[in-house]
């Protein structure tokens, strides 16, 4: 089975700090991506990479950066945390070429609280 | 923008009945459409896909899909208590961009 590494369940950082949210990924997929979780607005794609050093904005991608310089992990950057990015942080991968049945894998989530 | 919607519920199921899952999509290129289940505190886990009009079946949940009409639903049969979850329809188009996914539907299963 796919797994997909979150390195933080939890995280309380400060308003104002660099944070960074590392994914990491062990079935040699092509396809990442971030997504984040919040009450009664569902699920939303911040970025997502479908190669290494590629990177392409999702719905969502102010306040945030990515990194891939590997091929197995990904990683989301709050360049200057704020208060309304607190939030569940949900990173998933695919595989090209796929099965286009084949869904997206998620990590267990990162419930990033910013004071 | 693409757009999924869903019944936020809750949906309150007896136990041993038919729960009935409804989404529906705004983007008529989509090809692939997921089904995720939620448990509270817990990341989405796949339990069924669908890419071609009519039903498809896997153990005690149906995913029924028609395209004509933007539309997909889940079907759990004999729902358990363990079935409670909030349930995640998610629709890709082409290419390697991410998954649209709607809010969700809380299912509650009465024992």
């Known amino acids: 089975d796919v797994k997909v590494t979150q390195s933080s369940r939890y995280l309380v950082k400060r308003t104002g700090e660099k944070v960074f949210l590392e994914c990491v990924q062990d079935?040699?997929?092509?396809?990442m991506f971030w997504y984040r979780q919040d009450p009664g607005l569902g699920l939303r794609l911040i970025y997502f990479s479908y190669d290494v050093k590629m990177k392409e904005k999702g719905d969502i991608p102010e306040g945030y950066s990515v990194s891939r310089e590997k091929k197995e992990r990904f990683s989301l950057i709050l360049e200057s945390a704020s208060t309304n990015q607190t939030s569940m942080y949900l990173c998933?991968?695919?595989?090209?070429?796929?099965?286009?049945?084949?869904?997206?894998?998620f990590g267990s989530g990162t419930r990033l609280t910013v004071v | 923008q693409k757009e999924v919607e869903q019944n936020s519920g809750p949906l309150s199921v007896p136990e041993g009945a038919i729960a009935s899952l409804n989404c529906t999509y705004s983007?008529?290129?989509?090809?692939?459409f997921f089904w995720y289940r939620q448990y509270s505190g817990k990341s989405p886990e796949l339990i069924m896909s669908i890419y071609s009009n009519g039903d498809k079946e896997d153990g005690r949940f149906t995913a029924q899909l028609n395209k004509a009409s933007q539309y997909v639903s889940l079907l759990i049969r004999d729902s358990q208590p363990s079935d409670s979850a909030t349930y995640l329809c998610a629709v890709k188009g082409g290419g390697a961009d991410g998954l649209t996914f709607g809010k969700g539907t809380h299912l509650i299963i009465q024992p």
């Open positions: 079935m040699d997929h092509e396809n």
């Open positions: 998933a991968s695919r595989g090209v070429g796929a099965d286009r049945l084949y869904g997206y894998t």
């Open positions: 983007d008529r290129g989509s090809q692939s």
